[in-house]
C-alpha cells in the first residue's frame, strides 16, 4: 500500500513569510509525529498526535510553530514569519498503534530553504 | 542535546566486509530503533529490540543492547555497496506516554565496490 506522503517535497521562503507543510500517514495509523532534521544531523521530535489529539508538543521551538490534525488523518505543520534557522528537513512519520514504542514509518520530508 | 549517539560517526569499509556502529544513551529505555537514511531520503525502519532483549538479527543485520552500559550495537554483515548510507538509533524512554523518541546523530557508512 501507499507510505507516508509528504508536500512539498522543497519550499523555499523568504525570511517573514508563513509555511505549510502537509503529511499523509498511511491510511489507518492511529499516531503521526513531526520531525525535523538538520543537516548532518539526526531528526529531533517536534511532536505527536494520537489520532486528532495533540498529545505531546514539547519538541516544537518557538511559538511560531503550530501543528494540527484535525480529523485524525492528514496533519499540517505550519510555521510562521519564518526565520534561516528554521532552514532544515521536516520529517513525518506515522505508526499504527497508539502505542508510541511501535515501528514509525517516515515520508520522505520536505527540506524548507529559508532565504 | 540528543540523547543517543553514535560512534563512529563515519566508517569506510569494502564491499563484502563487516560493518559495527555503536550507540550510546543516557536514560532508561522502554526500546531501541535502528534506522537508515539514504541521501535525501525518509528513514526507514530496520530492526526494534526491547529494553529485555539481549540480541536480535534481522537477515545480514544483528543488533544488541547492553541496558547496564546503556549501549547498543549494529552490525552489518557481508557488506554491499547498497548498503551506504547513515544509520541512526533512536530511543524510547522507559514509562512514559509522550511521543518524543530521540535519535543520535548517526553513522554514515560507505561501502565500496
Known amino acids: 500500500g501507499a507510505g507516508v506522503s509528504q508536500s512539498p517535497r522543497y519550499k523555499v521562503a523568504k525570511r517573514g513569510q508563513d509555511v505549510a507543510l502537509r503529511c499523509d500517514p498511511i491510511?489507518?495509523?492511529?499516531?503521526l509525529f513531526w520531525y525535523q532534521q538538520a543537516l548532518g544531523q539526526g531528526p529531533e521530535f517536534l511532536t505527536y498526535?494520537?489520532?486528532?489529539?495533540?498529545?505531546?508538543k514539547s519538541g516544537l521551538p518557538s511559538d511560531r510553530f503550530f501543528a494540527e490534525r484535525p480529523e485524525g488523518s492528514v496533519s499540517t505543520l505550519k510555521i510562521q514569519r519564518t526565520q534561516q534557522e528554521d532552514s532544515a528537513v521536516y520529517l513525518c512519520?506515522?505508526?499504527?498503534?497508539?502505542?508510541?514504542?511501535?515501528?514509525?514509518?517516515f515520508g520522505p520530508g520536505t527540506r524548507l530553504t529559508v532565504l | 542535546s540528543q540523547q543517543g549517539e553514535e560512534d563512529p560517526q563515519a566508517l569506510s569499509i569494502q564491499e563484502g566486509e563487516n560493518a559495527t556502529m555503536n550507540c550510546s544513551y543516557k536514560?532508561?529505555?522502554?526500546?531501541l530503533q535502528w534506522y537508515r537514511q539514504n541521501s535525501g531520503r525518509g528513514l526507514v525502519h530496520l530492526i526494534l529490540?526491547?529494553?529485555?532483549?539481549r540480541e536480535k538479527h534481522s537477515g545480514r543485520l544483528r543488533v544488541t543492547l547492553d541496558t547496564s552500559k546503556k549501549s547498543s550495537s549494529l552490525l552489518i554483515t557481508a557488506s554491499r555497496a547498497a548498503d551506504t548510507a547513515s544509520y541512526f538509533c533512536?530511543?524510547?524512554?522507559?514509562?512514559?506516554?509522550?511521543?518524543?523518541?530521540?535519535f543520535g546523530d548517526g553513522t554514515t557508512l560507505t561501502v565500496k565496490p
Open positions: 512519520a506515522s505508526s499504527l498503534e497508539a502505542a508510541t514504542t511501535d515501528t514509525q514509518y
Open positions: 491510511s489507518g495509523h492511529v499516531s
Open positions: 498526535f494520537q489520532n486528532e489529539a495533540q498529545l505531546d
Open positions: 536514560t532508561s529505555i522502554n526500546n
Open positions: 529490540i526491547r529494553s529485555n532483549e
Open positions: 533512536a530511543t524510547w524512554p522507559y514509562n512514559t506516554n509522550a511521543g518524543k523518541s530521540t
